[in-house]
């Protein structure tokens, strides 16, 4: 009798993806890396339930844990990233974008904070984050910035650049209280010497 094998045969799903402009393909709901130089390439994939493996013809090109459960989730490995892209992984930390968007308010602090968790590899995060910070750099600055924050928090529990950018394209300032004017003002309220001449006459 021949030995059974040291792992179990699991049905596997052959598939195609496109390698996006973000050098991650499609599976199901989710997204995994593959080497950038692959963007735009049509690879073919092999899903088991545990793994997700990329081929580049004959060659495997990437391969990946299976995200179960969850939609919209990253997976990526560093060596897959472009050279740009590993040098923000030195040049920002969660821990920076913390401590800038605490500067900023409360409010926005609360959107960075829900943006850097809502990505399971963290560094999928820091593109929008640094999209957040851009919008200060623009007219009404860190004061606009932080009152969209509120605004998004008042829709959102956790909030995405998307919907921020949206509420900053479409803010208006607060109205000014303006004094109320009296009938005084507005001319309605004749002078004393309006009923004298009447008299007189």
Same mark, same amino acid.
């Given at each position: 009798?021949?030995?059974?094998?040291?792992?179990?045969?699991?049905?596997?799903?052959?598939k195609?993806?496109?390698?996006?402009?973000?050098?991650?393909?499609?599976?199901?709901?989710?997204?995994?890396?593959?080497?950038?130089?692959?963007?735009?390439?049509t690879?073919?994939?092999?899903?088991?339930?545990?793994?997700?493996? $990329?081929?580049?013809? +004959?060659?495997?090109?990437?391969?990946? *844990? &299976? #995200?179960? @459960?969850?939609? %919209?989730?990253?997976?990526?490995?560093?060596?897959?990233?472009?050279?740009?892209?590993?040098?923000?992984?030195?040049?920002?930390?969660?821990?920076?974008?913390?401590?800038?968007?605490?500067?900023?308010?409360?409010?926005?602090?609360?959107?960075?904070?829900?943006?850097?968790?809502?990505?399971?590899?963290?560094?999928?995060a820091?593109?929008?984050?640094?999209? $957040?910070?851009?919008? +200060?750099?623009?007219?009404?600055?860190? *004061? &606009? #910035?932080? @009152?969209?924050c %509120?605004?998004?928090?008042?829709?959102?529990?956790?909030?995405?650049?998307?919907?921020?950018?949206?509420?900053?394209?479409?803010?208006?300032?607060?109205?000014?209280?303006?004094?109320?004017?009296?009938l005084?003002?507005?001319?309605?309220?004749?002078?004393?010497?309006?009923?004298?001449?009447?008299?007189?006459?």
């Amino acid at each position: 009798m021949v030995p059974l094998p040291a792992t179990r045969f699991e049905l596997a799903e052959l598939k195609k993806a496109k390698a996006g402009p973000n050098y991650h393909v499609q599976v199901d709901s989710n997204f995994y890396s593959v080497p950038f130089p692959l963007i735009g390439r049509t690879l073919d994939v092999r899903v088991t339930s545990r793994v997700v493996e $990329v081929f580049d013809g +004959a060659r495997r090109v990437a391969s990946h *844990a &299976r #995200l179960r @459960d969850v939609r %919209g989730r990253y997976q990526t490995l560093v060596e897959h990233m472009p050279p740009a892209h590993r040098a923000h992984l030195g040049e920002w930390t969660p821990q920076r974008f913390r401590s800038w968007a605490g500067d900023v308010g409360p409010n926005t602090a609360a959107v960075i904070a829900a943006i850097l968790a809502s990505k399971k590899i963290v560094e999928q995060a820091f593109r929008p984050c640094l999209g $957040v910070m851009a919008l +200060a750099k623009k007219t009404g600055g860190t *004061a &606009r #910035l932080e @009152d969209t924050c %509120g605004k998004a928090l008042a829709i959102a529990a956790a909030p995405s650049y998307t919907l921020v950018k949206r509420l900053w394209a479409s803010w208006e300032p607060a109205p000014r209280d303006e004094p109320r004017r009296s009938l005084g003002d507005a001319g309605f309220v004749r002078g004393a010497g309006y009923h004298a001449e009447g008299d007189a006459s």
